[in-house]
């Protein structure tokens, strides 16, 4: 039996008003919140594709600060199977944060096809474990809300 590993990379992205930026999504029907990122491509850098995806999902350049977290028990991946392998980072934009963002979840402003994504800024000292989707998300709003109150980009 084959084992496969589903890795991916999240940016967590603070601003001065201490507000966390948030990904509301839908694909193939189904709804749900996670942080900016996804899966890492082979041949690539943690880094960089970090960077890919912030480019991608939020025509945004950013600068990794540092490492938060690296998953640290089993998750089965939601999407397309094998063990779930997720890395944290703090960023922030390069250059003026000029993203649209809403204050209603999911508020699809701009879908496109089948996929739907909208932002959403949220207040860290409002967040809770329910405003994200996945469990991995979940264990990582819990060590913002413990470890993390000064982080700002």
């Known amino acids: 039996m084959e084992h496969k590993f589903n890795i991916r990379v999240y940016g967590l992205l603070i601003n001065e008003n201490q507000e966390i930026l948030l990904s509301d999504e839908e694909q193939n029907g189904i709804s749900f919140t996670k942080f900016p990122g996804g899966g890492l491509e082979f041949g690539e850098g943690l880094i960089d594709g970090l960077k890919r995806e912030f480019i991608e ?3 945004m350049e950013i600068e990794v600060l540092s490492h938060f977290y690296t998953t640290h028990f089993f998750v089965e991946s939601a999407f397309g199977g094998g063990q779930l392998l997720s890395i944290y980072y703090l960023v922030k934009p390069i250059g003026i944060f000029s993203l649209p963002t809403s204050n209603i979840t999911h508020n699809y402003l701009y ?3 089948d996929a739907k994504q ?15 989707t996945f469990e991995i998300d979940k264990h990582v709003v819990s060590l ?8 700002i980009i």
Do not use: M, S, W
Not at 120 to 129: M, P, V
Not at 144 to 151: E, F, M, V
């Open 118 to 132: 909208a932002f959403r800024l949220l207040a860290l000292n409002k967040i809770t474990q329910n405003d994200v």
């Open 111 to 113: 879908p496109y096809g």
């Open 144 to 151: 913002l809300k413990t470890n993390h109150k000064d982080n």
């Open 57 to 59: 999902e939020c025509d």
